[in-house]
């Protein structure tokens, strides 16, 4: 069993950055996908940026590209999401998420990821 344990989220002010961390229990495919999706009040959850763990490839949907950034430090097993320049509509509970298997093109759809954190809260205000 896979568990995954988020960190790092809080209350900011518009502009001002945050880093979220992800510790993952273990992966044990040479490659695998990981993501961080975020989900806000009334809103249906979605897909801000994922990464292959075996290359390091990366996606973002459009409005976090050039803001936010997803890496990992495999010998600790730990994902991050620098988010810089913050938004009032960056608002919302931050879940880190893990592909079941073999993965090695990072994707945004919530459907390809089977563990599942129980996300940290992130609120920005204007």
């Known amino acids: 069993q896979v568990h995954l344990v988020e960190s790092g989220g809080g209350s900011v002010q518009a502009g001002n950055s945050l880093t979220l961390s992800c510790s993952v229990s273990?992966?044990?495919?040479?490659?695998?996908?990981m993501g961080w999706f975020r989900q806000a009040p009334g809103k249906e959850r979605e897909g801000v940026a994922s990464?292959?763990?075996?290359?390091?490839?990366?996606v973002y949907t459009d409005s976090v590209k050039g803001r936010f950034t997803i890496s990992q430090n495999n010998p600790k097993r730990t994902l991050y999401l620098q988010m810089n320049s913050l938004k009032p509509e960056d608002t919302g509970m931050y879940y880190c998420?893990?592909?079941?298997?073999?993965?090695?093109?990072?994707?945004?759809?919530?459907?390809?990821?089977?563990?599942w954190g129980r996300g940290t809260q992130v609120t920005v205000s204007s």
């Open positions: 273990f992966y044990s495919y040479s490659s695998t996908c």
């Open positions: 990464l292959a763990t075996g290359g390091g490839t990366t």
């Open positions: 998420a893990t592909a079941r298997g073999y993965c090695n093109e990072p994707n945004l759809s919530d459907s390809e990821y089977f563990y």
